[in-house]
């Protein structure tokens, strides 16, 4: 049986250290604004509140990072059928783009960017996928539905055994209009909706009144979830907050001390730059000061023999440098170094390069492994979908027959983070290699990580043989100019080929050698280790330091 409303509320409850930790990542995430606060929790008066875009800033540039990323489906199994695995690959993309057509009119997130988001701010990755035959006027028109919806997991909450998730209620808001639409039922205002699924029912709450309670035709719960592997997965109490991270979990303290610093640094630079006048009387504090002319901020009375000692203000300025150091450090060392922004002054070599890329991976590997699993899942149960449907699975622009989902085999996806600083000093270090006599199997593989190593070294063959073999390096510039059907092109190469068989002499731009320093190796674009005194990545002076 689903679980009861009750049951629900009091997991939502036992959640609650999850999402208050989703919220002060949001809250980084959007740059939401910044108010320094009293040991009591009130606003402090007098400031000047300062946000930074840090939090914003890292968020968006790791998220672009790995919308660049680029995707690559692979089937494979042994007793496939010929070219059965190249079919299901292409099934599934066609998939996947009428579910992402499906999405965009009805102007949701895209599945890419949807799986990305979750990873860095949530941790979590979710989506319901119900996909079915089209019905309408109580008629299956042929076309199969593909419905995948992404889920917030900030507004989720599931139980799972070693079969997989038991049941899962998810809650959004609707309006008026919406519950109309959907439900034809008369609301007065927005309500909040939970659509709870267990392995055999579907049941749907309108705020505490139950609306419908149905058959669940799958026969499990329709909806994947992924968690990412950061964090901690100690059995601990409250250990579920610290559970499947985002790439908040090193900074997420520090983005509000580095604002407070800075409320605190303009709030003294404001202070100095108004006018406060301290006025002596003998009459102490009971004195009536007299007009000033003049727009001040403040004005103090107190006795001719008393005086206020102000903390020098070099004092807080040396504070506030030596501060802001530290914490800029830090913040480097638990987000992306300035490389990433490129606004480092100086050059690096290949070494720290490759470094800075490490620490880069970091981040950005275990949100590309969770999507990698959640989209393996997303595909056995959309291949169960389709195998339950039968026949031919039509789609608004494709159809296939489900037989081509028959058999054994393992679905897989790549992904190939791609960084012009790091290829180059990829390069570096694989001209290294070469001169060392690594292998070019290794130096392929493993320093350059080519996405199809053996189509490069294929490649690299056809180079090295038109190098040495002119006459091949012409006429596989003929062919491919024929191909384009740039016919006048070719006719000009072909002459010169002919030329150079019947005469044995080979034109001077034929098969020409890379350029090289000395007659050597190609020149390295970036040193492999830095000479002398190295320094690390510095971010320009903040106007605290100034």
Known sequence: MPPTLDEIKELETEWGDLRDRMDNDYKAYIGAPYTMNDSM??????????????????????IASLVKVKEQLKVEGEKLEEGQAVRIEEHLAAIFEAVGDRLRNAEEVSLDYHNIEQACIRGRIA????????????????????????????????????????????????????????????????????????????????DDEELRDQRNPYGYVPMVVQVVDSGSMLKNEGGMRYKGESIFSLARELIPEMNRLVTMGMS????????????????????EPPEYPDGFKGLTVIGKDEAFDPLLSQDLQNSFRVLWAILDGVYQACTLSMTEYGSLQFPLSAVALLQLGENRDEVFLPRLQAISSAKRADC???????????????LPNYEFPVSDFDGEYE????????????????????????????????????????????????LADIGELERVTPELFLFNRCHALVEKKKFLEAS??????????????????????????????????????????GGGSRRPKSPLEE
Not at 179 to 193: D, H
Not at 424 to 443: E, F, H, K, Q
Request: charged share 25%; net charge positive.
């Open 127 to 206: 989506k319901r996928i119900l996909f079915r035959r089209e019905k309408v006027n109580k008629q299956y028109t042929g076309m199969v539905i593909p419905d995948i919806l992404p889920l917030d997991t900030y507004f989720m909450v599931y139980e799972v055994d070693y079969e997989g998730v038991d049941w899962y209620s998810y809650s959004q808001k609707k309006s008026k209009r919406q519950v109309k639409k959907e439900y034809n039922v008369e609301k007065t205002s927005e309500v909040e909706e939970r659509d709870v699924y267990d392995r055999k029912r579907n049941v749907i709450y309108l």
């Open 492 to 533: 000009f190469i072909l002459d010169k080929l002919k030329q150079m068989i019947i005469t044995g002499v080979v034109p001077s731009e034929a098969g020409q050698e890379q350029p090289t320093v000395n007659g050597g190796e190609p020149e390295s674009l970036v040193p492999m280790m830095t000479e002398g005194a």
């Open 41 to 62: 929790g009130n606003p402090v008066p007098g400031l000047v509140h300062v946000t930074m875009p840090y939090g914003k800033l890292y968020a968006q540039k790791v």
């Open 380 to 394: 056995r149960m959309i291949i169960k979908q389709c195998q339950k449907i039968g026949g031919i699975i039509k």
């Open 268 to 287: 003294h630079n404001v202070q100095n730059f108004l006018k406060n006048y301290v006025y002596k009387s003998a009459e102490g504090k009971t004195a």
């Open 411 to 458: 679905i897989h996806f790549k992904y190939f983070p791609k960084n012009p600083k790091n290829d180059v000093a990829a390069y570096a270090l694989a001209g290294n290699a070469r001169a060392m006599g690594v292998s070019r199997d290794t130096i392929f593989k493993e320093i350059l990580q080519f996405e199809d190593p053996e189509g490069e070294m294929a």
